[in-house]
């Protein structure tokens, strides 16, 4: 019975009236009952309670008021509540400004790899500031709190909520891929970094950064493969919808019987009833490896120690470049560094341009490089100048963020065709994309072209061998680069009929004329359900691990001499801001959730 009268109350429609205000000094505020002298409010909107509550508080205090006197007392007890109101309601504007700038700043912090304590210093800074330019507002700034301990608790929470976007995102991807490495910090702590490429039903990809996990014991592939499972599982992937996973090659990860790519591989199979899984090492690496089958050591001992000797030695280095100042030269020799591919290329070029002063200068020195004297010497030079810097070519398009696979084939293929054509040319005698070894041969009357041909030849081979796996997905690569010219009967049966509906369609086709690959197949859903799969596929696929290459970079600069003790939960919220695509923190909901804690200023 009770029950049912509650029920009854709370389905009323009760409406204030503007007569209890006069009567019982109430006003509505909010859809509430509100006192205009005690500022409490009543719980159902009823005249029986507002006149009890007036009656047992009030009465004996304004009952002698009437008329002009009544009236005149409550316009000022309205103005004085809409006063508190207002006074409120700025304070918790300029409590939520300070924690908002707090979040803002504690959020730059980390994208910039600065020290947590920094915000004590841009504080101080805005201070100073604040006192010459608006002295008036000092307090605004001074409440904001940039501590230490609150902007790591910032960038923690600001990290938190980039996760729990991704577990929304991927609880939507119908097709995911996965890229790992693996490298050491400052304190010989292994990192694995896992970054995740996926694609909803709208074709939409969502290339993110998971996780950094520490590896602090032993490092097999084992080890890697659970902490690779845990850090999925934590986000919620559908174990059924994954693709592919991308490694950096390394023999823990690649191994043919206990690998993580050979587990992982099972892992994935089970729950998808054995349908095609697809590995691929990573397409940098693979380059790299492929630039090694040149076996061009004898050029690369003699620079590199003609290099260290005049870059490691303070008197030596000062001395080249007062004599490059005087040849009116404007740039030095830098250093190699083998894990940094680019870097060979630049010092090989550098060395070839500035040979006559290193000659020179190293005889100045009595160390003179025997091999300057040597034609053939100075032509493998030459050669290794041009074939290095047609590789640092591929290598930088090979590089950056948010690239479909197909670039990359179409990139390999391009780069291979070159050198069938320069295997030809160098054959016959024409250096003509050799520029630096045309230049040495000129002044030179025999020169062997035959064995940079082989050179050519060689390195071919090598392409041909190590992207064989560009060549088992072509049919579905060439189908998606191109799909108004493949031919139907050359594609699965599910999706014939499909394709041939697509190719008459002249609007898509107009489309596809004017938009991206990545983005021309969201016109294509849902009417094409067969070849949206493909495309799904075909998208969420990683090519390399540059991703986590520029991690790992962040890592670094994070993680020094100065910072060794940074802890892991730390380093992996900084590199969730600094790493993440295209999520953005939502800082306005994480603001309502806390409380302005104003730090001390001196």
Not at 140 to 162: E, G, H, Y
Not at 301 to 321: A, C, E, M, P, W
């Amino acid at each position: 019975m009770s029950l049912s009268k509650k029920r009854k109350v709370d389905a009323e429609c009760r409406v204030f009236q503007e007569k209890w205000t006069s009567s019982y000094l109430f006003t509505e505020l909010n859809g509430k009952a509100v006192c205009l002298v005690c500022s409490q409010h009543v719980s159902v909107l009823k005249e029986y309670n507002l006149r009890r509550h007036y009656v047992s508080l009030h009465a004996d205090k304004y009952n002698n008021l009437q008329g002009h006197r009544r009236g005149k007392k409550v316009n000022e007890l309205l103005a004085g509540l809409k006063k508190q109101q207002s006074v409120f309601t700025r304070s918790r504007e300029i409590s939520d400004a300070a924690v908002k700038a707090s979040y803002l700043i504690a959020n730059e912090i980390a994208v910039a790899s600065k020290p947590f304590t920094e915000g004590e210093f841009v504080k101080k800074c805005m201070l100073k500031a604040a006192e010459l330019v608006c002295p008036d507002k000092r307090q605004a700034f001074a409440n904001i709190s940039l501590t230490r301990n609150t902007v790591a608790d910032r960038i923690s929470d600001l990290s938190t909520d980039l996760d729990s976007q991704l577990k929304r995102k991927v609880n939507s991807f119908i097709t995911f891929s996965v890229a790992i490495d693996e490298s050491t910090d400052i304190t010989d702590v292994a990192q694995l970094a896992i970054f995740i490429r996926g694609v909803d039903d709208t074709l939409t990809i969502t290339e993110e950064f998971v996780e950094l996990v520490p590896m602090t014991d032993t490092t097999t592939a084992a080890d890697f493969f659970t902490a690779l499972v845990g850090a999925l599982d934590r986000v919620g992937v559908d174990w059924s919808r994954a693709i592919s996973l991308a490694t950096d090659g390394a023999p823990s990860m690649t191994g043919k019987k206990a690998g993580v790519v050979t587990i992982f591989r099972k892992k994935v199979q089970t729950a998808n009833g054995g349908r095609d899984f697809w590995t691929f090492h990573c397409i940098l690496h693979q380059e790299a490896l492929c630039c090694k089958s040149l076996r061009m050591d004898n050029i690369m001992k003699v620079v590199v120690q003609t290099v260290n000797f005049i870059r490691s030695r303070g008197l030596n280095h000062r001395q080249f470049d007062s004599l490059l100042r005087e040849k009116d030269h404007n740039y030095g020799l830098p250093y190699h560094t083998e894990v940094r591919w680019l870097s060979r290329g630049a010092v090989l070029r550098r060395f070839f341009d500035l040979r006559e002063e290193i000659k020179e200068f190293m005889e100045k020195k009595g160390k003179p490089v025997l091999e300057f004297q040597s034609t053939e010497w100075m032509q493998d030079l030459a050669f290794m100048v041009d074939i290095t810097e047609h590789l640092n070519n591929l290598k930088k398009m090979l590089q950056g963020r948010n690239k479909v696979v197909t670039q990359y084939y179409d990139s390999i293929c391009a780069f291979k065709l070159k050198l069938s054509l320069w295997e030809t040319q160098l054959a016959g005698g024409d250096a003509a994309h050799f520029p630096c070894l045309k230049d040495v041969c000129a002044t030179q009357h025999s020169v062997d072209m035959k064995r940079f041909k082989d050179k050519i030849t060689g390195l071919l081979q090598e392409f041909e061998q190590r992207f064989q796996i560009f060549g088992e997905l072509e049919k579905e690569f060439k189908f998606f680069c191109s799909p108004f010219t493949v031919n139907a009967s050359d594609l699965p049966v599910n999706i014939q009929l499909e394709i041939i509906d697509l190719q008459c369609d002249s609007d898509l086709k107009g489309k596809f004329a004017s938009a991206g690959l990545d983005t021309f197949y969201r016109y294509i859903v849902p009417g094409y359900p067969s070849l949206t799969a493909l495309a799904a596929k075909v998208l969420c696929m990683f090519g390399s691990t540059y991703l986590c290459e520029q991690v790992f970079s962040v890592m670094s600069i994070n993680k020094t001499k100065l910072r060794s003790r940074l802890t892991h939960k730390h380093l992996s919220n900084i590199l969730k801001l600094a790493a993440t695509q295209d999520g953005t923190p939502d800082i306005d909901a994480l603001v309502k959730a806390k409380r302005c804690q104003v730090s001390g200023s001196k």
